[in-house]
């Protein structure tokens, strides 16, 4: 296989991937309605001196419908997106849509599970952002051009529905493929050898964490604080205001600490242990988790599906705590550089890390679940700590803070360096290995295609019969 076309092929299952994050994440890019075979067709507004151009059905898929309009709103959501649309022809974006249609009406067919009650806190997670982005639900419906309220909401949760069902039987598909050493090792075989990838430099790297230990008076205000919020409340204030004003969680300070979730919503265990315990109107006691104290306000039961407030609040860390933590990770330093121990023995016993320390405080590339990083991709904070240092030299202590805000001192080395070189079967496995695996994966989506256009009602209509499809759209 020429290399261009493979890593077009790449390329393109990259583009896929990413699309499976974009689909849940973007909620408009597709917006089309689902709307039966009697549309009434709408004319479009023009000014005068211009051609009228008739807005209607222009493609069926099973139950599914693409109007003349939907290509124009997808242009948009992109360009809307800072994506550029100047080699993206209509038939091609046409060729997208109805790539969109026959996953959403498959997954139908097959019973893919997605419920009304998941796709209504879809929406409410995206509305309430949008709401932050323009500041009034006025606003929002006013920007997706609708009359009312529940309009909009009806419109935009069949998007939803329909995006979800799509990026559900793509993750269907891809799924079910996997894929033998054998097969990997056949995949680079075939590779002419004057054509492999050439991978980056990349590199390895640990580290060891220590925490500075909190108080127990310093929590012990923290917990005497919610519990004065909590008498407050039971009292007749209000649990959204306290919220607003004090709960150190940014992700949901500004709506009064309110939060929708399920038993599968990816909440620490401890704040799910304690929402499902609670009755209906009821306000827990303070309770610890990674991120601090909480207190929960349970406002309703919705079958599986909880709406209930919080309020966080971080217990301080003390400048003499700060110190000992940073003598202590200066002396663990010591050893290390002394011979006394070795950083993968260190990070083992004495790292406060539980994620890396069973591993010889090596971490994992979250992106490839690897322990290599490439240097073009790697974090910026991560490659700033690391960028200068020579092999086996250690880092002076860091003071860091994680994304809950915690403040920690850590130390961190250079494992292994990798330089840029063309791909190595024993060295780049795991790499050739997702290579070949996507490169099935593509196979894999292209039978379906196939399978499903011939056995799927489809028509396309008018001007865009001519178009030449990458799909078998048309049945010729």
């Given at each position: 296989m020429p290399l261009k076309s493979l890593r077009m092929k790449f390329m393109n299952m990259k583009n896929l991937f990413l699309f499976f994050v974009v689909v849940l994440l973007n909620t408009t890019i597709n917006a089309q309605e689902i709307i039966k075979d009697s549309v009434v067709v709408t004319e479009k507004k023009v000014t005068p001196g211009q051609r009228q151009k008739i807005d209607g059905v222009i493609a069926n898929v099973g139950e599914y419908i693409v109007l003349d309009s939907d290509i124009d709103k997808a242009?948009?959501?992109?360009?809307?997106?800072?994506?550029?649309?100047?080699?993206?022809?209509?038939?091609?974006?046409?060729?997208?849509?109805?790539?969109?249609?026959?996953?959403a009406h498959q997954a139908i067919q097959d019973s893919v599970k997605v419920t009304d009650a998941e796709i209504k806190s879809m929406m409410d997670e995206r509305l309430n952002y949008m709401v932050q982005q323009l500041g009034s639900m006025e606003k929002v419906v006013k920007y997706y051009k609708k009359d009312t309220e529940e309009e909009f909401r009806t419109y935009f949760f069949d998007i939803l529905k329909e995006n979800k069902l799509t990026s559900e039987m793509q993750k269907k598909i891809v799924d079910e493929v996997e894929i033998t050493p054998e097969e990997v090792r056949n995949f680079f075989k075939k590779l002419p050898k004057d054509e492999l990838p050439v991978f980056g430099a990349e590199m390895e790297v640990a580290q060891i964490v220590v925490e500075p230990k909190i108080t127990q008076a310093e929590k012990q205000k923290v917990i005497d604080r919610l519990n004065g919020f909590k008498k407050d409340i039971q009292e007749g204030s209000s649990f959204a205001t306290k919220a607003v004003l004090y709960s150190q969680d940014p992700g949901s300070r500004s709506s009064g600490g309110f939060y929708k979730m399920t038993r599968k919503t990816p909440f620490v265990k401890e704040f799910k242990d304690v929402a499902f315990s609670l009755e209906q109107g009821e306000?827990?006691?303070?309770?610890?988790?990674?991120?601090?104290?909480?207190?929960?306000?349970?406002?309703?039961?919705?079958?599986?599906?909880?709406?209930?407030?919080?309020?966080?609040?971080?217990?301080?860390?003390?400048?003499?705590?700060?110190?000992?933590?940073?003598?202590?990770?200066?002396?663990?330093?010591?050893?290390?550089?002394?011979?006394?121990?070795t950083f993968a023995e260190a990070a083992r016993t004495t790292s406060d890390q539980k994620e890396t320390r069973a591993n010889g405080g090596v971490l994992i590339n979250p992106n490839t679940q690897d322990t290599r990083f490439e240097l073009t991709k790697m974090d910026p904070t991560l490659y700033s700590q690391v960028s200068g240092l020579k092999d086996n030299e250690i880092s002076a202590p860091i003071l860091d803070e994680t994304q809950s805000g915690k403040k920690q001192y850590k130390i961190i080395t250079v494992t292994n360096r990798i330089n840029e070189h063309t791909a190595d079967y024993a060295q780049d496995y795991v790499k050739i290995k997702d290579l070949a695996l996507k490169e099935k994966q593509i196979k894999a989506i292209g039978k379906w295609f196939d399978e499903k256009i011939k056995e799927t009602y489809i028509k396309i209509i008018g001007e865009y019969r001519d178009c030449n499809f990458t799909n078998n759209w048309l049945k010729k």
């Open positions: 242009y948009l959501e992109i360009s809307s997106q800072g994506g550029s649309i100047k080699d993206i022809s209509r038939c091609q974006m046409l060729g997208k849509l109805l790539e969109d249609k026959l996953y306000i827990s006691a303070p309770f610890e988790t990674e991120y601090g104290f909480h207190i929960i306000y349970l406002e309703k039961i919705k079958g599986q599906e909880l709406e209930l407030r919080h309020i966080l609040l971080t217990p301080a860390v003390t400048k003499e705590s700060l110190e000992e933590a940073k003598e202590k990770i200066t002396l663990i330093r010591k050893r290390i550089m002394d011979k006394e121990i």
